[in-house]
T-cell receptor, first 114, second 112 residues
Framework: SQKIEQNSEALNIQEGKTATLTCNYT??????LQWYRQDPGRGPVFLLLIRENEKEKRKERLKVTFDTTLKQSLFHITASQPADSATYLC?????????????FGTGTQLKVEL | DGGITQSPKYLFRKEGQNVTLSCEQNLNHDAMYWYRQDPGQGLRLIYYSQIVNDFQKGDIAEGYSVSREKKESFPLTVTSAQKNPTAFYLC???????????FGPGTRLLVL
């Protein structure tokens, strides 16, 4: 069955360091991979989308990589700040059948400490 | 301002009662979605609609029903058949299915 895995343990890092979050998937041929940020008690907010023929995408302090051979995406936040503390969700949309909907991972909680 | 609104923010359900969660968008999006989120878990798709008067079941549709009579509105009814309804419910819409989704603020449903 299709599966999306994100590290369920919280990631704690110091302010100013680079945070790296991982999203692995199996039995899936995604057309798009997306990353969202979710704060407690709120709806997710879109951050970045990367297509299956793209290797890397950047937006300000954010960078996403997409390796369809490894079936993995890495999400990086450089020069992290306490305000970056949140849960980060990855989501995939497939080529066939599931192309019109997203499947979400369980998310990884990031805590940036002073 | 464009966006998605959900109401109410908190909703309490009694045993055997049906309740309806509201979702409205003014983004002119054709596709709308309902998700359920349980503590420590990801979003699970309940129902989605790609066009007015049409909708499809998601992964966990049992005990829920929807309607899509207007482009702007996609209400979700949690029926008495849903035995474990306590969760955080999120509505989303998108201009192009599979691409960026825009989420509402969510409704937290609690059982009395």
């Amino acid at each position: 069955s299709q599966k999306i895995e994100q590290n369920s343990e919280a990631l704690n890092i110091q302010e100013g360091k680079t945070a790296t979050l991982t999203c692995n998937y199996t039995n899936y041929s995604p057309a798009y991979l997306q990353w969202y940020r979710q704060d407690p008690g709120r709806g997710p907010v879109f951050l970045l989308l990367i297509r299956e023929n793209e290797k890397e995408k950047r937006k300000e302090r954010l960078k996403v990589t997409f390796d369809t051979t490894l079936k993995q995406s890495l999400f990086h936040i450089t020069a992290s700040q306490p305000a970056d503390s949140a849960t980060y969700l990855c989501a995939l949309a497939g080529f066939t059948g599931g192309g019109n909907k997203l499947t979400f991972g369980t998310g990884t909680q990031l805590k940036v400490e002073l | 301002d464009g966006g998605i609104t959900q109401s109410p923010k908190y909703l309490f359900r009694k045993e055997g009662q049906n309740v309806t969660l509201s979702c409205e968008q003014n983004l002119n999006h054709d596709a709308m979605y309902w998700y359920r989120q349980d503590p420590g878990q990801g979003l699970r798709l309940i129902y989605y609609s790609q066009i007015v008067n049409d909708f499809q079941k998601g992964d966990i549709a049992e005990g829920y029903s929807v309607s899509r009579e207007k482009k702007e509105s996609f209400p979700l009814t949690v029926t008495s058949a849903q035995k474990n309804p306590t969760a955080f419910y999120l509505c989303a819409s998108t201009q192009k299915p599979g691409e960026t989704q825009y989420f509402g603020p969510g409704t937290r449903l609690l059982v009395l």
